[in-house]
């Protein structure tokens, strides 16, 4: 059975062979990009360089690039730990062409790695098109010898691909494999109609050949370009032959240091959905902290932040009571450092920032749970399941509970929050914190601050904090 480390291995290999430089994955900070909250696909890095501002000692590239999607405009949170195929931090395989070889040799390539190199069986392989890409219609058959039964025309959803309202654009060709009846949906099941475990999106092979100006005229690029991404976690699920990416070799560890911690057995339902989520947000924590993120109230530091608790709230609900996070780092160093030797060196760090986090945490998480699990039980005597936008804000406002757990609790509970009546009150909170700021109780809030800055250790000092989330937020 081939291991994770040696697909990614073979992928960037194989395109090395074709001409490709291999390129080391870029922070998953983007450099000079405040668009973009994460790197979250292998073309970030190269982004000028499609745009003809950048220009590089080569025209094609190959990367495993480190990809975070929680947040911002591609936002996987929440189907995490639900679905067997998506995580907050995942891995992009992908070959870059700047201007030099177009779909037919894309798709060549593509289709030789997968058959060829990895031996996957042709007939669990269909393809998706742009709904009137002709050339890759025609092309799939002659450069694959595909069955144009099998070569599905999608629409601009699914299957066009562009940068921004304006720039480099053009249609995407995917591979999708079939893992088989058993995990249809039911009779609607196929391939653009629904969104089920049988039809597995590998690799998505995007051909930039337009630029699209503003009034939405398209002009073929003069040197069209190609990116692709592959899911390292998704090809390595099949190679394996798994359930899902979390009975791989890149998850499975991470998955028994959970059991270990919790003394409970996984399993793949929705028991183990706990399990998935800690093991995944393990990842991401580790590798945005190694890449300088820090936890704090806003922008990036706000979603670890997010993240980081999240996972701790699963732990306690398997009955962890004290800080654990900390202790699967060493895991997910020891199951990627080969490819990231980053994390070695920044391991010891990794660890104090997420320990610090999670004591912090834990002091609010207790206090603000009993008081939900309170409201629900109140609410439900009372034959309601709503919790009213004052006891939202009372438990962010009173307790430091984040609203985004609130939620999570009363869905998990048949519930909804009156987010807008949320939201009111924090629109006067902040009122009232515009008017103080202007007179006397700005003195006060200055020196209150300074006591506690002088008074408190760092580890158990949540008094700022709570002081900045209420003016600030
Ligand atoms: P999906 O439809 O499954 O959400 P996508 O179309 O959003 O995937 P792309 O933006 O095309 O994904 O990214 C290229 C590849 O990266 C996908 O084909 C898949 O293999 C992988 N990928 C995308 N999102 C995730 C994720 N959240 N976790 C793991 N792998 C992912
Ligand atoms: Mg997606
Ligand atoms: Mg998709
Ligand atoms: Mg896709």
């Not at 668009?35 to 950048?54: I, P, W, Y």
């Not at 890759?136 to 999608?154: H, N």
């Not at 059991?259 to 989520?277: I, N």
Request: hydrophobic share 35%; proline share 4%.
């Amino acid at each position: 059975m081939l291991k994770s480390s040696e697909i990614r291995k073979m992928f960037l290999d194989y395109f090395k062979e074709n001409g490709h430089t291999v390129v080391a994955s870029s922070s998953l900070v983007p450099a000079d990009d405040p668009t973009l909250l994460f790197s979250n696909a292998g073309m970030n890095q190269f982004k000028d360089v499609f745009l003809g501002l950048d220009k590089r000692p080569y025209t094609r590239a190959t990367t495993a690039q480190k990809c975070v999607r929680a947040g911002g405009k591609h936002n996987d949170l929440d189907t995490v730990g639900r679905t067997p195929r998506h995580h907050t931090f995942f891995e992009m395989l992908g070959n870059f062409s700047f201007g030099d070889y177009f779909k037919r040799e894309a798709i060549g390539y593509a289709w030789e790695f997968l058959t060829g190199r990895l031996g996957l069986e042709e007939e669990k392989l269909w393809i998706t098109i742009y709904k009137d890409d002709e050339e890759a219609f025609s092309l799939w058959q002659e450069v694959a010898g595909v069955k144009p039964e099998r070569i599905i025309r999608l629409g601009e959803k699914d299957n066009f691909w562009s940068m921004g309202d304006t720039g480099p654009c053009g249609p995407c060709s995917e591979i999708i494999y079939d893992r088989g009846e058993r995990y249809a949906c039911g009779d609607d099941c196929r391939i653009g109609g629904c969104d089920c475990d049988r039809w597995l999106e590998i690799w998505n092979l995007v051909f930039m050949q337009y630029n699209r100006d503003e009034e939405g005229n398209m002009t073929p690029l003069p040197r069209p370009s190609i990116d692709t991404g592959m899911g390292l976690e998704r090809i390595t699920a099949v190679m394996q032959g798994v359930e899902s990416n979390y009975d791989t070799d890149l998850f499975v560890p991470l998955i028994k240091k959970v059991e270990e911690l919790t003394g409970k057995k996984y399993a793949w339902d929705e028991q183990g959905f706990p399990f998935r989520v800690i093991a995944d947000h393990s990842r991401a924590c580790t590798f945005l902290i190694a890449d300088g993120v820090l936890p704090s109230n806003e922008g990036r530091g706000y979603v670890l932040r997010r993240i980081l608790r999240r996972a701790v709230r699963f732990g306690r609900f398997l009955g962890i009571e004290e800080p654990f996070l900390y202790k699967m780092v060493p895991i997910v160093v020891d199951i990627m450092k080969d490819a990231y030797p980053e994390l070695e060196e920044r391991k010891g760090f990794v660890e104090e920032v997420i320990k610090r986090e999670e004591e912090r945490f834990f002091v609010t998480l207790n206090e603000g749970i009993r008081k939900v699990e309170e409201i629900i039980a109140k609410a439900k005597q009372e034959g309601r399941n709503i919790i009213t936008g004052e006891e939202a804000f009372m438990l962010y406002d009173t307790y430091g509970f984040p609203m985004d757990l609130t939620e999570d609790m009363a869905e998990e509970n048949g519930f909804t929050v009156d987010r807008a009546g949320f939201n009111r009150m924090m629109e006067e909170q902040k009122e009232r914190a515009r008017q103080a700021n202007k007179g006397e109780d700005a003195f006060k809030k200055e020196l209150l601050l300074t006591e506690l800055l002088g008074d408190l250790p760092a580890t158990v000092f949540t008094g700022y904090e709570r002081l900045l989330d209420k003016s600030e937020i």
